[in-house]
Every structure is written in C-alpha cells, then in structure tokens.
C-alpha cells in the first residue's frame, strides 16, 4: 500500500465494532480502502485527517448542488411529506448537513419549526440569502449545543457516510431526540444488490469525502450504540440505504 505522501493520514479502530484487523480491497488516488473483518464495515482506513476531508466542500461543491435546485426543492418536498404521512406530522425538524437549505424550506412550508446546520459556508449563505432561512447554522453539529431532546425529526441525506467522528456525531443524535422523535438516514448501500462487486468501479466511492460505507447490518449495528433501534427500512431500487431511526 503507498499512502499519498502530500496529505497526513489517521488510523482508526472500527467505528461500528471497535474492530483493529481490517482486509485490504483497493487503493484509488493514494488512498486505501479497506473491510472491517469483525462487522463488514468497508471504509477508509488509514484516511485523511479532518481537515483535508474538510476541504472537498466549498462554494463550487455546493454550487453544483445549487444549479439544480428546482428538482432538488421537489424531491425535499416529496421527502417531507412522506415523513408527516408515516412518521411525524409537525414538531421541530432539524436537517443536519442541509447544504442550500432545501430540506429546511420544505419542512418549513409543512408547518414544522426547520433548522439547518452545514459546514460550507457559502451554501448556508445561499439558504439565509435566497430561500429567506433564519435558521441555518454554519458548522458542525455537536458545535451547537442544541438543548436535550429538542428535535421531534433528524434527517441526514448523503451526510453520514461523510462524518469524521461517527460515534460523536450518533451520540450526539441521539442526545437532541425527542422521546418519541425520528431519526432519518439516507446513505449509499454497499451491500445492494446493484453495488458492482469490484466496489472500485462504483460511482459513491469517492476518495477523501465518502469515509464509510454501510449495509443494512452495520449502519443499524452503529446506531444500537447509542441505544437508538431500527423503526423502518425503506426498500430502495437504487444502491442506498433509507432507514429510519428512534430511541430504544
């Protein structure tokens, strides 16, 4: 294995399992992917530091996102009320890693009190400017110290498979849930059946942004943790994963 040598990398334990023994599967651009022998979680292991990882999302990454932002606003739409009809009709509805804001729009023309937090700073601009969002923070999301229990719906959409510190972040999660709140979790499928078998020519793997990639094993496997169970698995003809969380 040969590391790019121009970026610092971390080791970590498996954040599933605790797990330290990890098969090697591919290397692409200097980085090596690996699975995890206990759990089958495949990640990158060693990976970059935080701050590199930090730096594929600026204003061109969410200016791509934002060019399509007609269909991206109906689809948030679609999401939204598929959560009132089977989850939570209103309440206090968080969107962690909202980008533009299109989530948080949506919720908050169904009624609910929307909020959003986003690492990059020019599309929280983009959702305070154009979409008229007051609620919209930059940064991460154990930086905001929202009060306990406080969110009656948690979503992140393509967020988790990001996230450096899984366990903070679910722990985290967790700490903000209401009762009787919903956690939301859309992330690639690794296990799907449409995953090509040589996982190097998939289109989610993506050196340096997506650090993880989970099943329908080891995604609820992470969130039992932090004592929060499996409440729905949506079935998905694309390769991802659409589960729905709450307490245990």
Not at 89 to 114: N, P, T
Not at 190 to 209: C, N, Q, Y
Not at 238 to 243: C, E, H, R, W, Y
Request: with cysteine; hydrophobic share 40%.
């Amino acid at each position: 294995m040969t590391l790019a040598t121009d970026r610092p990398f971390e080791t970590i334990d498996c954040p599933v399992c605790d797990g330290a023994s990890f098969e090697p599967l591919f290397e692409k651009e200097g980085e090596p992917f690996v699975r995890c022998r206990a759990c089958g979680l495949v990640l990158i292991n060693p990976r970059p530091v935080f701050g590199i990882v930090a730096e594929t999302y600026d204003a061109a990454y969410s200016d791509g996102y934002i060019r399509k932002a007609a269909k991206k606003r109906a689809r948030c739409r679609r999401w939204v009320r598929r959560m009132q009809r089977r989850h939570q009709a209103g309440g206090r509805w968080l969107d962690v890693g909202c980008s533009a804001g299109f989530v948080v729009e949506a919720a908050q023309q169904a009624g609910f009190e929307a909020h959003g937090v986003e690492l990059e700073a020019a599309a929280v601009d983009f959702g305070r400017r154009a979409l008229g969002l007051a609620n919209v923070a930059c940064g991460t999301l154990e930086a905001q110290a929202y009060p306990d229990a406080h969110f009656d719906v948690i979503s992140m959409y393509d967020v988790i498979e990001h996230v450096p510190d899984l366990n903070a972040t679910v722990g985290e999660l967790k700490r903000i849930l209401r009762p009787r709140g919903v956690i939301e979790i859309r992330t690639p499928d690794v296990g799907h059946w449409t995953t090509p078998r040589a996982l190097d020519t998939w289109p989610e793997i993506k050196p340096s942004e997506h650090l993880y990639y989970f099943d329908r094993n080891t995604l609820p496997r992470l969130f039992a943790r932090h004592g929060l169970k499996l409440r729905e698995r949506r079935f998905m003809f694309k390769s991802a994963l659409d589960l729905v969380f709450e307490h245990a």
